[in-house]
């Protein structure tokens, strides 16, 4: 399984960015996709993750800035941000768990970078 991100990049304050990722490899059953990120000198924390039209996790600070969706007939999750602040420049990370029968396993991208200019 192989997770490839797109976007990212320099953006001003207030501005917008959107991420893509999109999941290749034998894919049975997905539990969840969804982003990632980590910030300068912080550990990786969640953004927003879903599974099946629902939002099963999402971070208090980015409510009502960011959105994720999902194509689930091509294994692609995106994250359409916007009225970024410096605070949200950081490595976004796209994440796959997957119900293998025996339990769950996760898989990474390599990270986008997005900064966030004041």
């Known amino acids: 399984v192989q997770l490839v991100e797109s976007g990212g990049g320099l953006v001003r304050a207030g501005g917008s960015q959107n991420l893509s990722c999109v999941a290749s490899g034998v894919i049975f059953r997905v539990n969840s996709m969804g982003w990632y990120r980590q910030r300068p000198g912080k550990e990786r924390e969640l953004v927003e993750s879903?599974?099946?039209?629902?939002?099963?996790s999402l971070q208090e600070s980015v409510k009502g800035r960011f959105t994720i969706s999902r194509d689930y007939a091509n294994n692609i999750v995106s994250l359409q941000m916007s009225n970024l602040k410096p605070e949200d420049t950081a490595v976004y990370y796209c994440?796959?768990?997957?119900?293998?029968?025996?339990?769950?396993?996760?898989?990474w991208g390599q990270g986008t970078q997005v900064t966030v200019s004041s």
């Open positions: 879903q599974d099946w039209g629902y939002v099963i």
């Open positions: 994440h796959l768990q997957i119900d293998t029968g025996e339990g769950y396993r996760d898989y």
